[in-house]
């Protein structure tokens, strides 16, 4: 098929190759063409998740969604996301614009060739949209880590119950008067379950002698944070195959032919919140600053919020500090202020672009050591064997007379950030003797057994995880400690290791306390007895097949909690005989929810798709047994599980099963040697379509805890073609 017809050798050129699992391989003349195809081949997937994201960048969210969309819209316009980044783009170096110009070129011109599509709310695309787009992720991502207070953090999934009650249209609404959520069980644990797992071993490790990487972010399969699978490629040098969200001009993670790297989940302190004291009576804008008063900036806007078939108009007052924008008010006259560390970065697309061409590490070093993104460790790997971990962020110097983990005194200029940390400053491992780096969103202190960076080394406030070490990551050094001549097959398959931490190490030494129990509680020894006979026979591997995952499963949640990150044990579980009691209770849930306790593992575990879901919250209340769902294998990351899939809870008599929604979105494993060899699988399929044949294809590989072949050379995406656009962008 052709839209239009153009040859490879002619300018502005760009082609779209779709292999037999809907994966685009776009190639362009130059890199602004294959970003034209970028965009394209973002709209043709799934349009409706790209507007949507693109929506909320623009703070206009309540114009499609409603009332629900008023949280979003106002911590968007507090920091003034889409009138910076309008302001922003025009200062952007040519060669950027042109790139995000490119993108949304690509985006429109789908939009004009399938006039069937009905978009919400935007009918042409303008290129500020790709800045307003990143930033607006970075602030839903990041805003939770600034310091204001929990469980009580303002995000976009909250319900404004003040602004519900006013709907006229001459309604004043402060945006840091907005009612403040309770805490809620599922939306909260599925934000805490946002997090990865990621590995690398050099040559030593492998049979090859080449270093091996495996990508496994853990993000949600719903809403803007889900990932999207593409291989882009240019005449100037760009050849790289990874996944981004979509609104990405470009992959974020994955490889080229020389070194690839994936990122997870880090704490580093990148946001801080600031009390600010108004009380001049002469100016109510002024506020308390260095035995003076500085003067806040105050400005109002009109949100539209959809109500029925119509707009309602709603004026919101909004005001900022030179510290940032006022998002709480904490008594009359006393406010909070809150700011996020490279949220504005300039430097974001050229430091992407420059990893994703780069050709070694040195290079790659470079491009990473702009710090222009916010937080996320990192780890890399590449064809001259080198493997590498960073505690990457972009992080304030600050004063460490101050405590900033919660709100520092705004009146008083030794506050104010100090700069920021070079690259340099932060934790990092290179090529380690033990042949490895791991990174399981835990402390960089634990990135191997003994080779980590020392903690005395920087300051207290760098490291907001410094003492967490998950399941996950002992069970990831445990696995990369034993692993001796691997195979990249034996890599493929580790990437779904079903082994699971906890019950393999506390299931032994509960055998003395079972013993015990018999002996001081006969009773309830007898009543438990087929249960733990039941986990005694077992290789602590999850499987589709497995009752025990089931049993196991339920008893740590009854234990330490549904979610994440759950790797609390409950105070009245202190006694370790009341785990029998615990044992027990999870037996009888289960046989209340199925009929028997021995039930297995993938009728409860399942994996389903809905189309346009705007998050996990949304498609948790749609997942349902009547439509056609698979078993998953994969269970919850706290019981340290390298599979780490987290789920919507079960329902009682409505809806026994738990659909997955959160967990290993896009798997990649790779080698690098003289050419480099992947296989990945995302948990659906490319299309979000439900009438595409790749809606729900890559799902039946998930199930069966297989990976596809990545296609990566142009040998290989020509032999897997079944489609080919030839597309000609419009000479200005």
């Not at 960089?444 to 903690?455: D, L």
């Not at 493929?492 to 506390?506: G, I, K, V």
Request: charge should be negative; glycine fraction near 6%.
């Amino acid at each position: 098929m052709s839209c239009v017809a153009a040859q490879d050798s002619l300018p502005n050129s760009t082609t779209i190759v779709r292999d037999e699992w809907g994966v685009a391989h776009i190639h362009g003349t130059t890199h602004t063409d294959a970003i034209f195809g970028v965009g394209y081949a973002q709209a043709d997937d799934y349009f409706w998740q790209l507007e949507d994201t693109c929506i909320r960048a623009l703070g206009r969210y309540a114009e499609v969604v409603g009332e629900e969309g008023v949280r979003s819209d106002i911590l968007n316009r507090s920091f003034e996301i889409a009138a910076r980044s309008q302001q922003d783009f025009e200062k952007f170096p040519d060669d950027h614009r042109d790139m995000a110009s490119a993108f949304v070129e690509g985006v429109n011109r789908w939009l004009e060739t399938h006039p069937e599509e009905k978009p919400r709310l935007i009918k042409h695309f303008e290129p500020w949209y790709v800045l307003a787009m990143d930033r607006h992720i970075i602030l839903d991502f990041l805003y939770r880590q600034s310091h204001i207070g929990k469980p009580e953090n303002r995000i976009e999934t909250d319900v404004a119950e003040s602004g519900a009650a006013q709907d006229s249209e001459t309604s004043l609404l402060n945006a840091w008067d907005l009612s403040h959520r309770p805490e809620t069980g599922f939306d909260d644990a599925i934000r805490a379950a946002i997090g990865s797992n990621a590995w690398a071993i050099s040559g030593k490790k492998t049979h090859s002698g080449g270093a091996m990487l495996f990508v496994n972010p853990h993000q949600p399969w719903y809403g803007m944070g889900q990932f999207y699978e593409l291989h882009v490629s240019s005449d100037e040098g760009l050849d790289f195959t990874g996944a981004c969200f979509f609104g990405s001009p470009f992959p974020t993670i994955g490889h080229n032919k020389h070194l690839g790297w994936t990122y997870t989940v880090n704490e580093p302190d990148i946001a801080d919140a600031w009390r600010v004291t108004f009380d001049d009576p002469a100016n109510p804008l002024n506020y308390r600053f260095d035995g003076g008063f500085r003067s806040a900036t105050e400005w109002q806007e009109t949100l539209q919020v959809k109500q029925g078939r119509m707009l309602v108009d709603r004026q919101i007052t909004f005001r900022k500090t030179h510290q940032g924008p006022i998002v709480r008010k904490e008594q009359d006259g006393v406010f909070l202020a809150v700011q996020v560390a490279g949220l504005f970065h300039m430097d974001r697309m050229k430091q992407g672009l420059g990893m994703v061409l780069a050709k070694d590490f040195r290079t790659w070093r470079a491009a990473i050591g702009h710090c222009a993104i916010p937080m996320f460790n990192v780890v890399y790997a590449d064809n001259a064997d080198n493997i590498f971990y960073a505690y990457n962020g972009t992080i304030p110097k600050r004063n460490k007379a101050f405590q900033w983990t919660k709100p520092v005194d705004g009146s008083s200029s030794d506050t104010d950030w100090l700069g920021f940390h070079t690259f340099d400053e932060l934790p990092q491992v290179l090529n380690p003797q033990c042949g490895y780096v791991q990174s399981c969103n835990s402390s960089p202190f634990t990135t191997t057994e003994t080779e980590n960076p020392r903690r005395e080394d920087f300051p207290t406030y760098m490291v907001e995880d410094a003492d967490v070490d998950m399941r996950r990551s002992k069970m990831s050094r445990m696995i990369l400690n034993d692993a001796t001549d691997i195979t990249f097959e034996h890599w493929s398959s580790l990437a779904y290791d079903t082994r699971m931490y906890w019950p393999m190490t506390e299931i032994p030494k509960l055998a003395a306390d079972y013993e015990t129990l018999k002996t001081k509680l006969p009773q309830l020894a007898g009543e438990v007895a087929e249960y733990w006979d039941h986990l005694q026979n077992w290789d602590f591997r999850s499987s589709n097949e497995s009752t025990q995952t089931t049993l196991v499963v339920a008893w740590y949640e009854q234990l330490y909690g549904f979610g994440y990150p759950a790797e609390t044990l409950k105070s009245e579980f202190a006694d370790r005989s009341t785990w029998f009691v615990a044992l027990k209770h999870a037996a009888e849930k289960i046989d209340g929810l199925y009929g028997t306790w021995k039930h297995p593992w993938g009728r409860a575990h399942r994996l389903q798709r809905l189309a346009n879901q705007p998050d996990v919250q949304h498609a948790g209340i749609g997942l349902n047994s009547l439509q056609r769902s698979l078993p998953c294998p994969g269970a919850p990351g706290p019981l340290g599980i390298i599979y780490t899939v987290y789920s919507s809870p079960e329902i009682p008599i409505l809806r026994a099963q738990r659909f997955a929604v959160v967990g290993a979105s896009y798997m990649a494993v790779a080698e690098f040697g003289s050419e480099a060899k992947a296989h990945s699988v995302m948990p659906f399929g490319t299309s979000g379509r439900r009438t595409s044949p790749h809606f729900f294809d890559q799902a039946e590989l998930y199930s069966t805890q297989k990976l596809k072949p990545a296609w990566f050379r142009r040998d290989e995406v020509k032999e897997h073609a079944v489609s080919t656009l030839n597309l000609q962008r419009l000479r200005n």
